[in-house]
Protein backbone atom coordinates (compact mmCIF):
# COMPACT_ATOMS: atom_id res chain seq x y z
CA UNK A 1 0.00 0.00 0.00
CA UNK A 2 2.43 2.79 0.99
CA UNK A 3 4.42 1.98 -2.24
CA UNK A 4 1.57 4.58 -3.78
CA UNK A 5 2.89 7.22 -2.08
CA UNK A 6 5.84 7.06 -4.05
CA UNK A 7 4.20 6.19 -7.42
CA UNK A 8 3.63 8.04 -10.50
CA UNK A 9 2.53 6.32 -13.76
CA UNK A 10 5.47 5.74 -16.38
CA UNK A 11 2.86 5.28 -19.03
CA UNK A 12 4.23 8.44 -20.45
CA UNK A 13 7.78 6.06 -21.10
CA UNK A 14 5.46 4.25 -23.27
CA UNK A 15 4.63 7.58 -25.44
CA UNK A 16 6.97 8.34 -27.52
CA UNK A 17 7.64 8.36 -31.64
CA UNK A 18 8.69 5.93 -33.95
CA UNK A 19 11.73 6.22 -35.78
CA UNK A 20 9.61 7.85 -38.70
CA UNK A 21 8.52 10.30 -35.99
CA UNK A 22 4.91 8.56 -35.97
CA UNK A 23 2.13 8.89 -32.96
CA UNK A 24 2.02 6.02 -30.76
CA UNK A 25 -0.73 3.74 -30.64
CA UNK A 26 -2.41 1.41 -28.04
CA UNK A 27 -4.79 -1.66 -28.49
CA UNK A 28 -7.17 -2.34 -25.62
CA UNK A 29 -9.50 -5.83 -26.14
CA UNK A 30 -13.16 -5.85 -24.89
CA UNK A 31 -13.07 -1.33 -25.50
CA UNK A 32 -16.70 -0.96 -26.50
CA UNK A 33 -18.17 -0.73 -22.87
CA UNK A 34 -16.83 -1.18 -18.88
CA UNK A 35 -13.27 -1.12 -18.03
CA UNK A 36 -11.82 -1.70 -21.55
CA UNK A 37 -13.49 1.72 -22.67
CA UNK A 38 -12.38 3.28 -19.45
CA UNK A 39 -8.94 2.36 -20.07
CA UNK A 40 -9.26 3.34 -23.88
CA UNK A 41 -10.54 6.96 -22.63
CA UNK A 42 -7.23 7.23 -19.87
CA UNK A 43 -4.95 5.97 -22.67
CA UNK A 44 -6.48 8.87 -25.24
CA UNK A 45 -6.02 11.67 -22.31
CA UNK A 46 -2.24 10.10 -21.93
CA UNK A 47 -1.59 11.35 -25.80
CA UNK A 48 -2.15 7.90 -27.06
CA UNK A 49 -4.33 6.94 -30.32
CA UNK A 50 -5.97 4.04 -29.51
CA UNK A 51 -7.15 0.33 -31.76
CA UNK A 52 -10.74 -0.29 -29.59
CA UNK A 53 -11.23 -4.11 -30.13
CA UNK A 54 -14.83 -5.69 -29.67
CA UNK A 55 -17.67 -7.93 -31.15
CA UNK A 56 -19.75 -5.11 -32.59
CA UNK A 57 -19.17 -3.22 -35.05
CA UNK A 58 -21.92 -0.68 -34.46
CA UNK A 59 -21.48 -0.51 -31.06
CA UNK A 60 -17.57 0.33 -31.84
CA UNK A 61 -18.39 2.87 -33.79
CA UNK A 62 -20.89 4.56 -31.44
CA UNK A 63 -18.00 4.28 -28.88
CA UNK A 64 -15.10 5.77 -31.37
CA UNK A 65 -17.70 8.63 -32.35
CA UNK A 66 -17.98 9.57 -28.88
CA UNK A 67 -14.00 9.04 -28.05
CA UNK A 68 -13.50 11.04 -30.91
CA UNK A 69 -15.94 13.88 -29.47
CA UNK A 70 -13.98 13.97 -25.96
CA UNK A 71 -10.57 13.82 -27.85
CA UNK A 72 -10.49 15.12 -30.94
CA UNK A 73 -6.96 15.33 -31.88
CA UNK A 74 -6.68 11.82 -31.61
CA UNK A 75 -7.12 8.81 -33.47
CA UNK A 76 -9.37 6.02 -32.77
CA UNK A 77 -9.82 3.00 -35.07
CA UNK A 78 -11.89 -0.34 -34.77
CA UNK A 79 -10.89 -4.07 -34.53
CA UNK A 80 -13.89 -6.30 -34.52
CA UNK A 81 -13.49 -9.99 -33.82
CA UNK A 82 -15.42 -12.07 -31.77
CA UNK A 83 -13.23 -13.78 -28.63
CA UNK A 84 -15.30 -16.26 -28.45
CA UNK A 85 -15.10 -18.01 -32.25
CA UNK A 86 -13.09 -20.96 -33.00
CA UNK A 87 -9.15 -19.68 -33.29
CA UNK A 88 -7.50 -21.60 -36.12
CA UNK A 89 -4.36 -24.20 -35.03
CA UNK A 90 -1.46 -21.48 -34.40
CA UNK A 91 -3.87 -19.07 -34.12
CA UNK A 92 -3.36 -17.77 -37.39
CA UNK A 93 -6.40 -16.67 -38.52
CA UNK A 94 -6.36 -14.36 -35.44
CA UNK A 95 -2.96 -13.20 -35.64
CA UNK A 96 -3.66 -12.12 -39.59
CA UNK A 97 -6.36 -10.38 -38.73
CA UNK A 98 -5.03 -8.22 -35.46
CA UNK A 99 -1.44 -7.91 -37.26
CA UNK A 100 -4.08 -6.35 -40.37
CA UNK A 101 -5.33 -4.08 -38.46
CA UNK A 102 -2.52 -2.77 -36.32
CA UNK A 103 -0.66 -2.51 -39.76
CA UNK A 104 1.81 0.02 -39.63
CA UNK A 105 1.06 1.94 -36.75
CA UNK A 106 4.07 2.25 -34.15
CA UNK A 107 1.75 -0.08 -31.67
CA UNK A 108 3.77 0.61 -27.74
CA UNK A 109 0.85 -0.60 -25.45
CA UNK A 110 -1.37 -3.69 -25.64
CA UNK A 111 -4.08 -4.09 -23.14
CA UNK A 112 -5.91 -7.36 -22.76
CA UNK A 113 -8.95 -6.42 -20.61
CA UNK A 114 -11.70 -8.37 -22.97
CA UNK A 115 -13.65 -10.52 -20.47
CA UNK A 116 -16.65 -12.84 -20.60
CA UNK A 117 -19.76 -11.90 -18.23
CA UNK A 118 -20.48 -15.80 -16.96
CA UNK A 119 -23.34 -16.14 -15.58
CA UNK A 120 -23.58 -18.04 -12.27
CA UNK A 121 -24.18 -21.91 -13.47
CA UNK A 122 -23.15 -25.31 -11.29
CA UNK A 123 -20.47 -26.30 -13.39
CA UNK A 124 -22.50 -29.61 -13.98
CA UNK A 125 -25.24 -27.72 -15.52
CA UNK A 126 -23.28 -25.19 -17.50
CA UNK A 127 -24.08 -25.34 -21.20
CA UNK A 128 -20.48 -26.97 -22.76
CA UNK A 129 -20.74 -24.62 -25.28
CA UNK A 130 -20.11 -21.80 -23.02
CA UNK A 131 -17.61 -23.96 -21.38
CA UNK A 132 -15.63 -23.96 -25.06
CA UNK A 133 -16.79 -20.03 -25.63
CA UNK A 134 -15.21 -19.18 -22.00
CA UNK A 135 -11.84 -21.07 -22.81
CA UNK A 136 -11.37 -19.21 -26.46
CA UNK A 137 -11.81 -15.82 -24.68
CA UNK A 138 -9.78 -16.54 -21.66
CA UNK A 139 -7.20 -18.76 -22.93
CA UNK A 140 -6.60 -19.25 -26.59
CA UNK A 141 -7.56 -15.16 -27.66
CA UNK A 142 -5.57 -13.81 -24.94
CA UNK A 143 -2.31 -15.98 -25.66
CA UNK A 144 -2.73 -15.30 -29.52
CA UNK A 145 -2.94 -11.95 -29.60
CA UNK A 146 -0.14 -11.11 -27.08
CA UNK A 147 1.94 -13.57 -29.36
CA UNK A 148 0.83 -11.90 -32.65
CA UNK A 149 1.68 -8.51 -31.04
CA UNK A 150 4.52 -9.12 -28.99
CA UNK A 151 7.04 -8.79 -32.24
CA UNK A 152 5.34 -5.24 -32.56
CA UNK A 153 5.96 -4.34 -29.07
CA UNK A 154 9.42 -5.38 -29.18
CA UNK A 155 10.34 -3.45 -32.93
CA UNK A 156 8.91 -0.78 -30.77
CA UNK A 157 10.35 -0.87 -27.89
CA UNK A 158 10.07 0.09 -25.06
CA UNK A 159 6.16 -1.54 -24.90
CA UNK A 160 4.21 -2.47 -22.41
CA UNK A 161 1.21 -5.63 -22.08
CA UNK A 162 -1.07 -5.11 -19.49
CA UNK A 163 -3.42 -8.46 -18.86
CA UNK A 164 -6.54 -7.20 -16.83
CA UNK A 165 -7.20 -10.11 -14.36
CA UNK A 166 -10.06 -10.48 -11.71
CA UNK A 167 -10.48 -11.41 -7.76
CA UNK A 168 -11.60 -14.72 -9.46
CA UNK A 169 -8.27 -15.40 -9.99
CA UNK A 170 -6.99 -15.44 -6.71
CA UNK A 171 -9.92 -16.49 -4.74
CA UNK A 172 -11.94 -19.05 -6.81
CA UNK A 173 -15.75 -18.61 -6.74
CA UNK A 174 -18.34 -21.26 -6.88
CA UNK A 175 -20.82 -21.27 -9.96
CA UNK A 176 -17.89 -19.83 -11.84
CA UNK A 177 -15.57 -23.01 -12.11
CA UNK A 178 -13.97 -22.56 -15.31
CA UNK A 179 -14.07 -18.69 -15.48
CA UNK A 180 -11.66 -18.88 -12.17
CA UNK A 181 -9.72 -21.09 -14.06
CA UNK A 182 -9.43 -18.72 -16.62
CA UNK A 183 -8.34 -15.69 -15.11
CA UNK A 184 -5.67 -17.80 -12.61
CA UNK A 185 -4.14 -19.24 -16.30
CA UNK A 186 -3.72 -15.11 -17.27
CA UNK A 187 -2.10 -14.31 -14.19
CA UNK A 188 0.36 -17.56 -14.44
CA UNK A 189 1.24 -16.69 -18.43
CA UNK A 190 1.37 -13.04 -17.25
CA UNK A 191 4.00 -13.12 -14.63
CA UNK A 192 5.96 -16.50 -16.54
CA UNK A 193 6.34 -13.71 -19.75
CA UNK A 194 7.22 -10.93 -17.16
CA UNK A 195 10.26 -12.98 -15.92
CA UNK A 196 10.97 -14.22 -19.52
CA UNK A 197 10.98 -10.70 -20.91
CA UNK A 198 13.51 -9.69 -18.60
CA UNK A 199 15.68 -12.65 -18.92
CA UNK A 200 16.10 -12.89 -22.76
CA UNK A 201 18.60 -10.79 -23.54
CA UNK A 202 19.75 -11.80 -26.93
CA UNK A 203 18.89 -9.35 -28.52
CA UNK A 204 17.32 -7.17 -25.54
CA UNK A 205 13.49 -6.66 -25.08
CA UNK A 206 12.09 -3.97 -23.14
CA UNK A 207 8.60 -5.02 -22.77
CA UNK A 208 6.69 -4.24 -19.21
CA UNK A 209 4.64 -7.27 -18.71
CA UNK A 210 2.13 -6.23 -15.77
CA UNK A 211 -1.17 -8.36 -14.08
CA UNK A 212 -3.81 -6.37 -12.76
CA UNK A 213 -6.20 -7.20 -10.06
CA UNK A 214 -9.37 -5.83 -10.53
CA UNK A 215 -12.62 -6.44 -8.01
CA UNK A 216 -15.67 -5.06 -7.99
CA UNK A 217 -16.41 -2.60 -10.65
CA UNK A 218 -19.80 -0.50 -11.88
CA UNK A 219 -19.62 -1.92 -15.19
CA UNK A 220 -23.19 -1.92 -17.13
CA UNK A 221 -22.94 -5.96 -17.46
CA UNK A 222 -21.54 -6.20 -13.63
CA UNK A 223 -25.09 -4.22 -12.66
CA UNK A 224 -23.42 -2.84 -9.52
CA UNK A 225 -23.67 0.74 -8.47
CA UNK A 226 -20.73 2.78 -7.59
CA UNK A 227 -20.09 3.53 -4.15
CA UNK A 228 -16.66 3.37 -1.94
CA UNK A 229 -15.70 0.39 -2.89
CA UNK A 230 -17.02 0.08 -6.73
CA UNK A 231 -15.25 2.38 -8.80
CA UNK A 232 -16.64 3.63 -12.16
CA UNK A 233 -15.00 2.14 -15.10
CA UNK A 234 -13.67 5.46 -15.68
CA UNK A 235 -11.64 5.53 -12.36
CA UNK A 236 -10.89 2.08 -12.88
CA UNK A 237 -9.44 3.01 -16.31
CA UNK A 238 -7.62 5.65 -14.58
CA UNK A 239 -6.26 3.16 -11.76
CA UNK A 240 -5.09 0.56 -14.41
CA UNK A 241 -2.87 3.51 -16.21
CA UNK A 242 -2.22 4.72 -12.64
CA UNK A 243 -0.05 1.49 -11.87
CA UNK A 244 2.15 1.35 -15.26
CA UNK A 245 5.77 0.81 -14.50
CA UNK A 246 4.96 0.33 -10.47
CA UNK A 247 8.05 -2.24 -10.77
CA UNK A 248 5.95 -4.97 -9.80
CA UNK A 249 5.16 -8.50 -12.19
CA UNK A 250 1.01 -8.23 -10.48
CA UNK A 251 -0.60 -5.77 -8.77
CA UNK A 252 -4.35 -4.87 -7.26
CA UNK A 253 -5.13 -1.40 -9.53
CA UNK A 254 -7.15 0.25 -7.36
CA UNK A 255 -5.74 1.42 -3.54
CA UNK A 256 -9.53 0.66 -1.81
CA UNK A 257 -9.33 -2.84 -3.41
CA UNK A 258 -6.01 -3.35 -2.76
CA UNK A 259 -6.20 -2.22 1.06
CA UNK A 260 -9.72 -4.96 1.32
CA UNK A 261 -7.45 -7.68 -0.23
CA UNK A 262 -4.77 -7.26 2.13
CA UNK A 263 -7.03 -8.37 5.23
CA UNK A 264 -8.69 -10.77 3.29
CA UNK A 265 -5.76 -12.67 2.20
CA UNK A 266 -4.87 -12.45 6.40
CA UNK A 267 -8.31 -14.63 6.61
CA UNK A 268 -8.03 -18.65 7.02
CA UNK A 269 -8.81 -19.82 3.54
CA UNK A 270 -11.55 -21.82 4.24
CA UNK A 271 -13.25 -18.63 5.78
CA UNK A 272 -12.55 -16.67 3.25
CA UNK A 273 -14.27 -19.42 0.97
CA UNK A 274 -17.04 -18.73 3.05
CA UNK A 275 -17.27 -15.08 2.32
CA UNK A 276 -16.82 -15.65 -1.81
CA UNK A 277 -19.42 -18.93 -1.29
CA UNK A 278 -21.67 -16.15 0.17
CA UNK A 279 -21.46 -13.60 -2.24
CA UNK A 280 -21.67 -15.90 -4.79
CA UNK A 281 -25.44 -17.04 -3.83
CA UNK A 282 -26.11 -13.55 -3.22
CA UNK A 283 -24.97 -12.62 -7.16
CA UNK A 284 -26.29 -16.29 -8.17
CA UNK A 285 -29.98 -15.43 -6.78
CA UNK A 286 -29.89 -11.73 -8.38
CA UNK A 287 -29.14 -13.14 -11.77
CA UNK A 288 -32.09 -15.82 -11.17
CA UNK A 289 -34.17 -12.52 -10.11
CA UNK A 290 -33.16 -10.98 -13.43
CA UNK A 291 -34.06 -14.05 -15.81
CA UNK A 292 -37.41 -14.46 -13.92
CA UNK A 293 -38.36 -10.79 -14.15
CA UNK A 294 -37.04 -10.67 -17.99
CA UNK A 295 -39.62 -13.30 -18.67
CA UNK A 296 -42.59 -11.89 -17.00
CA UNK A 297 -41.85 -8.50 -19.18
N1 LIG B 1 -16.65 -5.40 -13.72
C1 LIG B 1 -16.11 -6.05 -12.70
O1 LIG B 1 -16.59 -5.96 -11.56
C2 LIG B 1 -14.89 -6.92 -12.90
C3 LIG B 1 -14.37 -7.57 -11.79
C4 LIG B 1 -13.23 -8.36 -11.93
C5 LIG B 1 -12.64 -8.48 -13.18
N2 LIG B 1 -13.19 -7.85 -14.25
C6 LIG B 1 -12.53 -8.05 -15.56
O2 LIG B 1 -12.38 -6.82 -16.25
C7 LIG B 1 -12.49 -7.05 -17.65
C8 LIG B 1 -13.56 -6.12 -18.21
O3 LIG B 1 -14.79 -6.36 -17.54
P1 LIG B 1 -16.05 -5.38 -17.69
O4 LIG B 1 -16.82 -5.50 -16.44
O5 LIG B 1 -15.60 -4.06 -18.15
O6 LIG B 1 -16.87 -6.12 -18.85
P2 LIG B 1 -18.02 -5.52 -19.76
O7 LIG B 1 -18.56 -4.25 -19.23
O8 LIG B 1 -18.95 -6.65 -20.00
O9 LIG B 1 -17.24 -5.19 -21.10
C9 LIG B 1 -16.61 -6.23 -21.76
C10 LIG B 1 -16.06 -5.76 -23.08
O10 LIG B 1 -15.60 -6.92 -23.78
C11 LIG B 1 -16.36 -7.05 -24.96
N3 LIG B 1 -16.61 -8.46 -25.25
C12 LIG B 1 -17.32 -9.33 -24.48
N4 LIG B 1 -17.34 -10.54 -25.10
C13 LIG B 1 -16.66 -10.38 -26.24
C14 LIG B 1 -16.34 -11.26 -27.29
N5 LIG B 1 -16.78 -12.51 -27.31
N6 LIG B 1 -15.60 -10.79 -28.32
C15 LIG B 1 -15.19 -9.52 -28.35
N7 LIG B 1 -15.46 -8.63 -27.38
C16 LIG B 1 -16.20 -9.07 -26.35
C17 LIG B 1 -17.65 -6.32 -24.71
O11 LIG B 1 -18.27 -6.06 -25.95
P3 LIG B 1 -19.85 -5.66 -26.03
O12 LIG B 1 -19.86 -4.18 -25.82
O13 LIG B 1 -20.22 -6.09 -27.41
O14 LIG B 1 -20.56 -6.42 -24.96
C18 LIG B 1 -17.12 -5.11 -23.96
O15 LIG B 1 -16.47 -4.22 -24.83
C19 LIG B 1 -12.82 -8.52 -17.82
O16 LIG B 1 -11.65 -9.23 -18.11
C20 LIG B 1 -13.39 -8.92 -16.47
O17 LIG B 1 -13.21 -10.29 -16.20
C21 LIG B 1 -14.29 -7.08 -14.15
Redesign the pocket.
Known sequence: MLWRLFHWSKIQRYNHPGQRGVEPWALVT????????GVALELLSQGFNVII????LT?LQRVREQLNEQHPTRSVEIFV????QPISRGGKNLSEAVLASVGSKHLTVLVN?????STYHTFASQDPEEIDAVVT?QISFVTHITRALLPELAKNEPGLIIN????TGLFPSPFLAVHSGG?AYLAGFSRALSIELELVREPPTDIECLHVD????A????G?DAGFLTPT?ETMGRAIIGVVGCGRRSVTAYWRAEATELILKLLPRSMMDGIMAKEMMKMRDRELQRAAAKRDD
Open positions: GASDGIGKHGRNKWDATNVGFTLVGGLKIHNVTNSNSP
